[in-house]
Every structure is written in C-alpha cells, then in structure tokens.
C-alpha cells in the first residue's frame, strides 16, 4: 500500500442504511479497525442520534472511530440537532475530502 512508511492508512466505512431497518451499521462495527472512518448517509443518520446510538453501539463506537454525518441527510431528517458527541457533520464536499482521504473503502448496505 502506497503512504508514507509508518503511517496508517485507515478505511473509509460508508452505511445508509437505518440500524432499525438492516444490520449493515452492526456488522460495519465488528470489523471496522480503530482509527478508522465511518460516514453515515441517508437513513443511517438516525444511528448517530442520542435516541438510537446507545443500542446501536454508536455511542461506544465513536470512542475510537471517527464518525460523520452527512449533513444534507441529517438535515432532511431532521436529526443534525440530535446527534451525540463525537459526532461531525460534513457536506457533499466533505464526503469528496472523505474519499479523496481513504484510498481504501468499504460501502455497508
């Protein structure tokens, strides 16, 4: 894998589906590597509410992933002032930044 030497290179999980609806967010979480980033899009953005995250292991997750939100999803949802701590929300230019940023990455659906 091309990087600079010593420096990880962590992958990008993608979900858009709702932990309500799909177990792609659960199976995501078993095999996602600490350090690593996960995007939430589309119904997936209830996960990362204080409402779903405990149950969902969203909460604890966020402890050592880096979690976003895609805001426009969030935004339609009406769910960006719902969101736990930890939690960032990014545009559709952020989630180009995201990919541009993580050679690597794995769409959960």
């Not at 990087?3 to 993608?14: N, Q, R, T």
């Not at 999803?73 to 990014?90: N, T």
């Amino acid at each position: 894998m091309c990087g600079e030497p010593g420096v990880a290179i962590h992958m990008l999980h993608i979900v858009n589906k709702s932990p309500a609806q799909a177990t792609a967010l659960a199976s995501c979480l078993r095999f996602a590597q600490d350090g690593a980033a996960l995007l939430l899009i589309e119904d997936a953005v209830y996960a990362a509410t204080a409402a779903l995250a405990p149950a969902c292991g969203l909460a604890d997750a966020v402890k050592r992933l880096r979690v976003h939100v895609l805001k426009p999803d969030a935004d339609a949802r009406g769910m960006s002032g719902r969101l736990i701590d930890g939690v960032g929300l990014v545009g559709y230019d952020g989630f180009v930044e995201l990919v541009a940023a993580h050679p690597s990455n794995q769409s959960w659906i």
